[in-house]
């Protein structure tokens, strides 16, 4: 079966890698990579798997921009207490 012209298959998001975050009090991001967050441009929350106990996922994602104007999306995982980078 041919896709309809113009639109994009399925694709699988790069591995997360950890990085290293300050958080404010509140538990948003200040410091990515010791680079200073200007502005966080969306949040939101990512719950999955929440039956499988071993492969539960619980996140909290930030789209950051950075200073030098690079943006980042990393989140914090809820599970784990840890940072990481998501890669598209």
């Given at each position: 079966?041919?896709?309809?012209?113009?639109?994009?298959?399925?694709?699988?998001?790069?591995?997360?890698?950890?990085?290293?975050?300050?958080?404010?009090?509140?538990?948003?991001?200040?410091?990515?990579?010791?680079?200073?967050?200007?502005?966080?441009?969306?949040?939101?929350?990512?719950?999955?798997?929440?039956?499988?106990?071993?492969?539960?996922?619980?996140?909290?994602?930030?789209?950051?921009?950075?200073?030098g104007g690079r943006v980042e999306v990393v989140f914090f995982d809820l599970v784990t207490g840890r940072w990481f980078?998501?890669?598209?």
């Amino acid at each position: 079966m041919n896709k309809p012209s113009g639109t994009r298959g399925l694709r699988r998001l790069a591995t997360p890698e950890p990085v290293t975050v300050e958080a404010d009090p509140e538990g948003r991001p200040t410091t990515v990579d010791t680079v200073a967050v200007t502005t966080i441009r969306e949040e939101w929350f990512v719950e999955d798997r929440w039956w499988d106990e071993k492969r539960r996922i619980h996140r909290r994602y930030f789209e950051t921009l950075l200073e030098g104007g690079r943006v980042e999306v990393v989140f914090f995982d809820l599970v784990t207490g840890r940072w990481f980078r998501q890669q598209g």
